[in-house]
């Protein structure tokens, strides 16, 4: 699952990675959660360009009747989102990337829960594949997204069985397209590989979803072997070669 993440990059990397001018000035987050609003990329149907939106997370589908139905769809199970009717119609026509620069997951010791940060060793910034639907609820208008969800890569399988999907740049357009084939979305629904991945762990400050600033990413002394295994800084290879699989 993917219950926190950050989005940390300056608004110049954002632009200039996904090919996007930003409708509204966006601030760097350390730690986003669920019902916030979080940035969105999609595809502008008649001029083919990509846009940018502030949504709300958690995915309200366009039927239901309550939106507090979005609370438990912050995540969708890749595997069977195009079978669930929460998610079926938005996985044909609405889909979105959500720009990232790291996620949270946690482990369990006794009463203490630990995060850890996973993020791509070259800091740079990625995009999470989501959905989005619009709701409407007297007159007022409501766009949710929900985050795609896969199997752990190696790197990550330790601290839990699943984490974001994560679509490669040169597969972005196909991605947020309504016209690619559904067929041909099966090799977009992947992690980012093992061999680019840098797990830290972090302080417990981030557990707070109050907590929004740089402490939230301060490493946080430990002698676990994940530790010396997962924070080493590989090479910076080009962009596309971060995500080869």
Not at 54 to 75: C, E, F, H, M, Y
Not at 83 to 94: G, I, L, N, Y
Not at 226 to 238: D, E, I
Request: with cysteine; hydrophobic share 30%.
């Amino acid at each position: 699952m993917c219950g926190r993440f950050a989005l940390t990059s300056d608004e110049s990397s954002i632009c200039e990675h996904f090919r996007v001018t930003l409708s509204t000035p966006v601030k760097p987050r350390f730690n986003i959660a669920p019902s916030q609003k979080l940035l969105i990329i999609r595809l502008q149907s008649e001029t083919k360009k990509h846009t940018s939106s502030l949504v709300r997370w958690g995915l309200i589908p366009s039927w239901a009747k309550d939106q507090s139905i979005g609370t438990r769809l912050t995540n969708a199970r890749s595997e069977t989102a195009l079978t669930k009717p929460s998610f079926r119609d938005s996985f044909r026509r609405r889909r979105c990337l959500i720009p990232a620069t790291g996620f949270y997951e946690w482990t369990t010791s006794g009463k203490r829960k630990q995060p850890y940060y996973v993020r791509l060793t070259s800091n740079e910034p990625f995009g999470i594949g989501g959905l989005w639907d619009s709701w409407e609820d007297n007159e007022k208008i409501e766009e949710t997204c929900t985050i795609l969800t896969c199997d752990a890569n190696q790197a990550m399988q330790h601290l839990h069985p699943r984490m974001p999907v994560v679509i490669q740049p040169e597969r972005y357009d196909a991605w947020l397209s309504s016209a690619t084939e559904l067929t041909d979305l099966s090799q977009d629904l992947l992690p980012f590989p093992k061999e680019t991945t840098a797990i830290s762990p972090v302080s417990d400050y981030v557990n707070d979803v109050r907590h929004d600033d740089f402490r939230c990413q301060q490493e946080f002394p430990d002698t676990n072997q994940v530790h010396a295994m997962h924070n080493a800084q590989l090479p910076v290879a080009s962009q596309k070669r971060l995500f080869e699989k």
